[in-house]
């Protein structure tokens, strides 16, 4: 869960996504994988704001971006494209090498006269070791026996995205974002973050 608070209040309610344009808001997030993480996001526009992220796992820290855009589909939903990118400095728990993380998702939300907001969605989950991917743009595409005899690594896994937000008003929201990271139909299990 997660409380947002914007810089300037308004007359609607708080819109935990989009930022009024021209306006500031934070975002502080606890959860798993993260014990802590904050988002100071800007809005562009009533359809498209972006936040630069900064957060903790019990075994990492992680800075990153993510800009989102809503596509209004009537008064009531809204079709969201969020692209959060993550990266985490070079660990000993993940093989010794910096990562980047990257979490697209598309999803339909809808909205109700009370202000709350309910959205589900399917997004990719790709995860890439730097070395992999300075190999990939400075020497060609490699296969992976190559890949892994040079340590390097990379994956892409599906994922179920669900969540949704409740108004404190003009200046706050509380809410609650899910990611069920998949393998086709089965649930990725502990091997997704290998």
């Known amino acids: 869960s997660a409380r947002g608070l914007e810089g300037a209040a308004s007359s609607a309610a708080f819109d935990s996504l989009f930022p009024a344009r021209k306006r500031l808001s934070v975002s502080l997030i606890t959860g798993a994988p993260?014990?802590?993480?904050a988002e100071l996001s800007y809005g562009?526009?009533?359809s498209f704001s972006a936040?630069?992220?900064?957060?903790?796992t019990p075994r990492v820290a992680a800075l990153g971006l993510r800009p989102r855009a809503a596509f209004r589909i009537g008064k009531a939903?809204?079709?969201l494209l969020k692209l959060p990118i993550l990266y985490y400095p070079k660990t000993?728990?993940?093989?010794?090498?910096?990562?980047?993380?990257?979490?697209?998702?598309?999803?339909?939300?809808r909205k109700v006269k009370s202000g709350r907001r309910g959205y589900a969605g399917?997004?990719?989950?790709?995860?890439?070791?730097?070395?992999?991917?300075?190999?990939?743009?400075?020497?060609?595409?490699?296969?992976?026996?190559?890949?892994?005899?040079l340590g390097l690594e990379a994956g892409?896994?599906?994922?179920?995205?669900?969540?949704?937000s409740l108004p404190l008003g003009s200046s706050g929201a509380l809410f609650?974002?899910?990611?069920?990271?998949?393998?086709?139909i089965r649930f990725a299990g502990e091997n997704w973050n290998k």
Do not use: Q
């Not at 936040?51 to 903790?56: H, K, S, V, Y």
């Not at 609650?176 to 086709?184: I, K, R, S, Y």
């Open 34 to 37: 993260y014990l802590a993480m």
């Open 156 to 164: 892409l896994w599906n994922t179920l995205n669900m969540g949704g």
């Open 44 to 46: 562009f526009s009533r």
């Open 92 to 109: 000993k728990g993940l093989g010794g090498c910096p990562w980047f993380l990257a979490n697209p998702v598309l999803a339909w939300e």
């Open 176 to 184: 609650a974002d899910f990611t069920l990271v998949m393998d086709g």
């Open 77 to 79: 939903d809204r079709l």
């Open 122 to 149: 399917i997004g990719v989950m790709a995860a890439i070791c730097a070395g992999t991917l300075e190999h990939e743009v400075f020497h060609g595409e490699m296969d992976m026996p190559e890949m892994e005899a």
């Open 51 to 56: 936040g630069i992220l900064a957060g903790t």
